[in-house]
């Protein structure tokens, strides 16, 4: 039985870069992945196993989205001093419970920017106005990923 203290809520996420740079809040995460590469090597004279060899590992981009709010501004400076500087940097995503408790973290290590689509802004529209980052990554570090 899950203790309901404790159970995260898939409803918020807070995005650190560099372990200073506050992005702040976001509403959405997906793409928190990664994939290994196999060769599959027969053993001679043993027709019976296949030996699955490990050759390389990919991570999948990970999209955040969010309303457009004050902290729009912060991510859009961050995106600008990448453009400045194009340098690789560290993130950690947080998966915050309903009291503002962080749940989980994933810290992630070559982080570049390679996708923001701001809002669509339509005074006929009663949408909420949002935008959404796309992060590339080399992968995990550890100390994080999961419970924290």
């Known amino acids: 039985m899950v203790d309901r ?28 992945g990664c994939a290994v590469e196999t060769h599959k090597q027969t053993e001679g004279g043993n027709n019976g196993f296949v030996w699955l060899l490990p050759t ?3 991570y999948t981009n990970i999209t ?3 309303a457009v709010c004050r902290d729009s501004a912060k991510l859009t400076e ?17 998966v915050l419970d309903g009291n503002g408790q962080t749940v989980a973290t994933w810290n ?3 982080v570049i920017p390679v996708k923001w689509t701001g809002p ?22 550890s100390g994080g990923g999961g419970a924290s």
Do not use: M, N, P, Y
């Not at 203290?5 to 560099?18: P, S, Y």
């Not at 961050?78 to 947080?94: E, G, L, N, P």
């Open 78 to 94: 961050w995106i600008a001093r990448f453009a400045a500087t194009v340098s690789r940097c560290t993130a950690s995503i947080q």
């Open 108 to 110: 992630l290590d070559g």
């Open 56 to 58: 390389s590992i990919t």
């Open 120 to 141: 669509s802004l339509d005074q006929d529209s009663s949408k909420v106005a949002t935008e959404t980052i796309e992060l590339a990554h080399h992968g995990f570090l």
């Open 64 to 66: 955040l989205t969010r």
């Open 5 to 32: 203290g404790e159970a995260a809520l898939a409803i918020r996420f807070r995005v650190t870069i560099d372990k200073g740079t506050d992005l702040g809040g976001f509403s959405t995460c997906s793409g928190l």
